[in-house]
């Protein structure tokens, strides 16, 4: 397998095991608990994940089943989210983390053998097998923040949010095609701070539009996990701002994100170690089988 992949199915599976943990001790009534996304649980951020998992496999495995099925759905008028939530609402909640887990399990699996270099059908273009990856990541990871959030778990940030970032920054396009709106033409620079402390940096050097601040603020205010006030980012020019104002990774309807004040901004790695439960970056071995990832046409993981 490239290193590539394997290194994108490591962060995957890590991903799940920190999801995982969180959502292993719950009880019942704790999984009927609202989340910040109106009129959805905490079971339903769970079988969301599970069904589009699903979905990825399919893909992959019997593309021309997907696309027959995918064309039935566009038919009808498209993909409605809150229906597959409704769909499993009646599925019990041990039932529905197995499924989790052993849909996750089969995705990691099924990927692990595929051809780095395949694309594979979606809604929209077909995309390569590791922006597909990614995107599961990325759901994962925030729909995960939707339940933390939910239990008011403080997770420890690692690493793997460089591979949000990177679908957030190539995002900037679709976040403006997505409310009719041009792109600037000015380039915008990127530079957030890893948790390790690290300069992750994108866009020309020059550029006079400059994001810089925590990785972890960027990565919660382009899933609209965060209001942009409450970020921590320092915004300079237009056309970051007009940006920022509208960013979106997912994909569908333009979304209207979390209110200013909703959440406190991340107080920091020393402050957050005695402010309250903390779930930590959970390790993974290399080859342990451990949102919805509905990646748009015009999204950056459709042509990665």
């Known amino acids: 397998m490239p290193a590539d992949l394997r290194a994108l199915l490591r962060d995957l599976a890590a991903e799940t095991v920190a999801l995982d943990a969180i959502i292993g001790p719950l009880d019942e009534a704790d999984w009927r608990c609202p989340t910040p996304a109106v009129g959805w649980t905490i ?3 769970v079988s969301h994940l599970a069904y589009f998992d699903d ?3 399919l893909s992959a495995t019997r593309p021309q089943e997907f696309i027959a099925e995918r064309d039935r759905t566009e038919a009808a008028g498209g993909i409605d989210p809150d229906a597959v939530a409704a769909r499993f609402r009646d599925l019990e909640p041990a039932a529905l983390r197995d499924w989790f887990v052993e849909s996750r399990g089969r995705l990691l699996a099924e990927f692990a053998g ?4 395949l694309r594979v059908p979606w809604y929209g273009p077909p995309m390569s097998v590791a922006s597909a990856v990614t ?6 990871w925030a729909h995960g923040q939707d339940i933390a959030d939910t239990l008011g778990v403080q997770r420890e940030p690692t690493a793997r949010l460089r591979h949000v970032a ?4 190539g995002a900037r396009a679709f976040s403006f095609a997505n409310r009719g709106r041009p792109v600037p033409c000015a380039p915008v620079r990127v530079e957030l701070t890893a948790p390790s402390g690290e300069l992750w940096i994108w866009g020309p050097d020059g550029a006079p539009d400059r994001i810089s601040g925590p990785a972890l603020g960027f990565c919660l205010l382009v899933t609209q996990r965060r209001h942009l006030r409450d970020a921590g980012l320092d915004i300079t020019g237009p056309a970051a701002w007009e940006w920022m104002e509208i960013a979106q990774v997912f994909a569908g309807r333009p979304g209207n994100g979390r209110a200013a004040g909703q959440f406190p901004a991340d107080p920091g790695p020393d402050a957050r170690a005695s402010s309250g439960p903390v779930a930590p970056a959970s390790p993974v071995a290399p080859d342990s089988p ?7 046409a015009s999204h950056p993981a459709a042509r990665r």
């Open 55 to 57: 979905v990825a496999v």
């Open 114 to 117: 595929l051809d780095l270099a």
């Open 290 to 296: 451990a949102a919805n990832s509905m990646v748009p």
């Open 43 to 45: 079971a339903d951020q």
């Open 135 to 140: 995107a599961r990541l990325m759901e994962t």
């Open 166 to 169: 990177h679908i957030g920054v």
